[in-house]
């Protein structure tokens, strides 16, 4: 099989890693791709967005399967073009790839669908917006409806900086067109889990899950990031939470959308509270997590390809997948100044010697190759450095021992990954 992903991060590289496992692989592109996608498959300078140019690479090359990583592509209706040419794509039509456009959306769904969820409501204009506010309490959560690369959400903890919040995204304009509607949810209590079904349109198959580190500073502090650090599998998350979550919140959402005629295929990831009554909805986004996906594709025993393949076809019924019984955890490695404006051009050395470190492997995001053949920074997260082990922290210690034998002067990482897994697990 000829198969183009499209990305550009950790998740990407991962994801084509498997794939080049697999025994129907003929040949993987990937667009654009970095330094580490480039080792096994060809890069093509095209725009994870640019969707009329990976489409019409995907008719001229003769690709038999698109995976797009990251949700651009999807949102902008790639899924869709490609269907109407006959290509495989593992991932949602922009109608279902609302579910991550559009909070509101994914809100509503939620409703049809009894999804347990924060209470919420969602506001186009900022003075109905305030006067609801005023009847809830702190804390509570503000939420830019529309795609906001993770600076959409302000969780307030006094109405201060809700109302500041209502202001910076309904009037200042703070994120564009995103900001103009907003939803209000109650803040919910718990430990977040990111977890993954792979989706047919009607049946949907556990894909593992992951427990990420979004705040940049070693004990979650500082600001968000795309991720630090994720782990797999999460210890809190029990085989009666899994099934809860997968029978209350995935099934229900995926038959609600088919019911309204537009079927979700591809990867579904609910971000999930565990809250003391239970698994609740935080969002869906219609792809894998970065870093996420790189936890937990190296704990998959199965060939990716055939359960992709199924997820494309609407034959997932007799799928199951099979997990190796290890830990794994990802720990990126940034480029000084992220997640603000990421210092570029920084030399790393040291990866063959970081690699040979038993259990670990290494996934490119923000690399790129100098015109001398260096290996330098090209991004905001660099690496995703990866061990698997018998435990969480043979894990971790492998990881951070890989870590140890790089050369990256002006990268740095988070030192405490998977620490909350660590400390109530031993
Ligand atoms: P999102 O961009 O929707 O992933 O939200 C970013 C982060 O905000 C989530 O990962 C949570 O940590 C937090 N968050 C979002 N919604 C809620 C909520 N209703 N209650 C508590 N925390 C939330
Ligand atoms: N790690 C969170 C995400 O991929 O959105």
Redesign the pocket.
């Known amino acids: 099989m000829r198969i183009l992903v499209v990305g550009a991060g950790g998740r990407e590289h991962a994801l084509l890693w498997r794939l080049v496992a697999s025994p129907l692989v003929e040949k993987l592109w990937c667009a654009p791709g970095n330094a580490g996608t480039a080792e096994i498959a060809e890069n093509l300078p095209i725009k994870a967005d640019d969707i009329d140019a990976l489409v019409g690479f995907a008719v001229t090359a003769g690709i038999d399967l698109v995976v797009p990583g990251s949700e651009a592509s999807l949102v902008a209706g790639i899924a869709d073009l490609l269907a109407a040419r006959g290509i495989r794509c593992c991932g949602p039509s922009a109608a279902a790839a609302r579910l991550e456009g559009s909070?509101t959306f994914t809100k509503e769904i939620a409703a049809a669908a009894a999804i347990p969820t924060?209470a919420w409501a969602s506001f186009d204009d900022p003075a109905a917006a305030r006067a609801y506010l005023r009847r809830q309490t702190a804390p509570i959560?503000i939420?830019a409806d529309g795609l906001a690369a993770?600076k959409?959400?302000v969780?307030a903890a006094d109405m201060a900086q809700a109302e500041a919040a209502i202001s910076d995204f309904m009037e200042a304009g703070k994120l564009g067109a995103a900001g103009a509607r907003i939803v209000i949810?109650?803040?919910?209590?718990g430990e977040?889990v990111s977890l993954f079904a792979l989706c047919d349109g009607e049946q949907a198959i556990f894909l593992g899950a992951a427990q990420d580190h979004?705040r940049v500073g070693d004990g979650d502090t500082g600001p968000?990031t795309g991720g630090m650090g994720a782990y797999s599998p999460p210890p809190v998350l029990t085989p009666e939470i899994q099934e809860a979550a997968m029978a209350r919140i995935v099934r229900p959402a995926l038959a609600a959308l088919a019911r309204r005629g537009t079927p979700f295929r591809g990867i579904l990831f609910a971000?999930l509270?565990l809250t003391e009554t239970g698994p609740k909805l935080?969002?869906f986004n219609v792809r894998f997590g970065d870093p996420e996906c790189q936890a937990l594709l190296p704990r998959l025993k199965s060939d990716l390809l055939p359960a992709l393949l199924a997820a494309c076809d609407g034959e997932l019924a007799r799928f199951d997948l099979r997990w190796h019984d290890q830990a794994a955890i990802t720990v990126a490695l940034a480029a000084r100044g992220y997640p603000g404006k990421p210092v570029l051009g920084g030399e790393i050395r040291g990866l063959e010697a970081a690699g040979a470190v038993p259990g670990v492997r290494i996934f490119h995001a923000g690399t790129a190759r100098d015109q001398a053949g260096r290996l330098i920074a090209a991004g905001g997260r660099v690496l995703s450095v990866t061990a698997t082990g018998a435990t969480l922290r043979a894990a971790r210690d492998a990881a951070y021992a890989a870590i140890a034998r790089l050369d990256f002067p002006d990268g740095f990482c988070r030192h405490d990954i998977g620490w909350r897994a660590l400390a109530s697990n031993g």
């Open positions: 909070k924060a959560v939420k993770g959409g959400v969780v949810e109650e803040c919910l209590v977040e979004k968000n971000g509270m935080i969002e």
